[in-house]
């Protein structure tokens, strides 16, 4: 098992050759039981890297937001994009994954050549785009995408949870814990809850 951080390895073998920024798309939330998928595309300064860059999953929450705030200040551009549990209902989780890739993409206000995109399908969008499996484990642009997408995303579920509290998704992040579970068996499904999942154990 490789314990190499992601780097800017494939990056810089395209640089040269593509005459133009690259930039980096996840998405976080897909598993969830409640809330959106939200995807993040950004556009790092090479030059201007901050320390501590991962795969959002393997790092702290002190320490995403610590790199999420570094990011805002040196990334040349990111954005988000997302789409509603009720779009998941309608058009299923992996269509509207790539709904969320796209719309961040095209939130982006700089123009890229390249976009490096975690997974193993690609948005419908208007440059050239490379798929990496685990790719936030490999490439720094898609690891800081998916630290940009995390941060946004377990925020917007805490507002949520201020709405909904006995469902905890402050902590949860409308994820399928024993709790989660529990709790929509004793309270019923909110509104932000996705209909087409197994919601009941």
Known sequence: MSHEK???NIEKSYQHTINGYICGIDEVGRGCLAGPVVAAAIILDFNSIPIGINDSKKISKGKRKIIYDKLNITAIDFAIGQASNIEIDKIN???A????MRRAYKNLKTPNKLALIDGTYSPEIDC???NIIK???KSLSIAAASIIAKQYRDKLMEEIGNKYPKYNFKNNAGYGTKEH???IEANGITEFHRKSFKLFK
């Open 6 to 8: 992601p780097n800017l």
């Open 135 to 137: 790719g936030d484990s």
């Open 181 to 183: 579970y529990k709790s």
């Open 128 to 130: 050239k785009t490379i």
């Open 97 to 100: 994954s790539l709904l969320a």
């Open 93 to 95: 989780i992996l269509n």
